[in-house]
C-alpha cells in the first residue's frame, strides 16, 4: 500500500476546498455554506454514524440545529447539487463510461421519512422498514460516482394524500416503478451529454420490457440481468433462457476474466447465444461460475 504523506494530504484539502467553493454557489447565505461544507466533511470522515447530531459534534458544534437546518428548512438546490456532482464526476472520469442503474435500501426505525414501509432492502437482504432509492452511476477504468438519484415512493404513499401533506410531498409527484425512476435518469443523463457507452442494470430492471425498449428504441447499448425463466425468441421458437442454456453442448463454453475482485481474479465460462428477434443484434450471455455452477443470464 502506498505511504500517504504530507504532501497527499494537503493536496487533499486545496482540492476538497475548490470543490466545495463550486458548490457555495448553492446557497445564498454564509452560515449554511459553512455547514454544507462541514456536512461533507463529516461524511467523508470516520465518524461512525452519519445523522446530523454525529456530524455536528465531528465539526465541533454546540448542538444538531445547523446540520438539521441544512437538510429541512435551509434554501438550496438539491438538483443544481446533483448537476454540479454529476458535471465533476463526469470530468474526472473521462467519456465512454457505462451507466449503471442500481437501488439501494436505508433502513429506519419510524414512518415519518418520506417513503418509508416494510419492504425489502437489499442492505437488509430482507424485508425491513426502509426507504429505497434508485441510483445512475458513472464508471469508467479510472473508478466510478454516483450522478443521480431518485426516491421510490411506494403506492401506499402514493394514495394517502393527508400523510403526503405532512411530509411535504408534492402533489405532482405519482407512482413510478423502479424501473421507471431509472427510465427518468437515463433521460436526464442524456439530456446532459454524459457520455457513456452503454447501460448494465440488475434483474430488477433486466426484467422489465418497457426498460429494455426504450433502451433499444434510443439505440443504446445495454447488458441487462434477467430471470431464469426469461421466455426469449430463436430460431427454434420461444425459449426460455435456462432451457436454451441447459441444451448447450461443452464446446459452447468459454473462459474469461470477469476483472479482479476483493478475493483476486473472478474467472467465469461464457456462453454467447444469437436471438432471433426484430433486431439483429440481440443475444444472451450466460455466465457459469466454474466452482459452484451457478447460471446469471443477460440480455
Not at 454529476?86 to 451507466?99: E, I
Not at 394517502?160 to 411535504?168: F, L, Q, V, Y
Request: charged residues 20%; proline residues 5%; contains cysteine.
Amino acid at each position: 500500500m502506498a505511504t500517504v504523506t504530507t504532501v497527499d494530504v494537503t493536496a487533499w484539502k486545496r482540492r476538497f476546498a475548490l470543490l466545495m467553493a463550486t458548490f457555495g454557489s448553492l446557497f445564498v447565505r454564509p452560515e449554511p455554506r459553512s455547514t454544507a461544507c462541514a456536512y461533507v466533511r463529516g461524511l467523508l470522515s470516520g465518524v461512525e454514524r452519519k445523522n446530523s447530531w454525529w456530524l455536528a459534534e465531528a465539526a465541533g458544534h454546540a448542538g444538531p440545529r445547523a446540520m438539521q437546518r441544512l437538510l429541512t428548512t435551509a434554501c438550496w438546490d438539491a438538483d443544481a447539487a446533483r448537476d454540479l456532482v454529476r458535471s465533476q464526476v463526469v470530468d474526472h472520469l473521462g467519456p465512454g463510461g457505462v451507466l449503471i442503474f442500481d437501488e439501494t435500501g436505508f433502513l429506519k426505525k419510524g414512518t415519518q421519512s418520506v417513503g418509508v414501509q416494510r419492504q425489502y432492502s437489499g442492505t437488509a437482504g430482507r424485508i425491513e422498514n426502509s426507504q429505497l432509492a434508485v441510483f445512475a452511476t458513472y464508471a469508467t477504468d479510472r473508478g466510478r460516482g454516483l450522478i443521480d438519484r431518485r426516491l421510490y415512493l411506494p403506492n401506499s404513499w402514493c394514495e394517502d394524500a393527508e400523510r403526503r401533506d405532512r411530509a411535504g410531498v408534492p402533489t405532482d409527484i405519482t407512482f413510478q416503478t423502479k424501473p421507471q425512476l431509472a427510465t427518468d435518469m437515463l433521460a436526464a443523463a442524456i439530456a446532459a451529454d454524459v457520455p457513456f457507452s452503454w447501460v448494465t442494470a440488475d434483474e430488477a430492471y433486466g426484467n422489465n420490457p418497457a426498460f429494455r425498449a426504450d433502451l433499444r428504441d434510443r439505440g443504446i447499448s445495454y447488458v441487462v440481468a434477467v430471470a431464469c425463466n426469461t421466455r426469449v425468441r430463436t430460431a427454434l421458437g420461444t425459449r426460455r433462457v435456462d432451457h436454451l442454456v441447459a441444451a448447450l453442448p461443452p464446446s459452447s463454453w468459454q473462459s474469461y476474466s470477469a476483472g479482479n475482485g476483493s478475493k483476486g481474479p473472478r474467472n467465469y465460462h461464457w456462453a454467447w447465444i444469437s436471438l432471433a428477434d426484430t433486431s439483429p443484434d440481440r443475444w444472451l450471455l450466460v455466465r457459469r461460475n466454474p466452482t459452484t455452477g451457478e447460471l446469471a443470464y443477460y440480455l
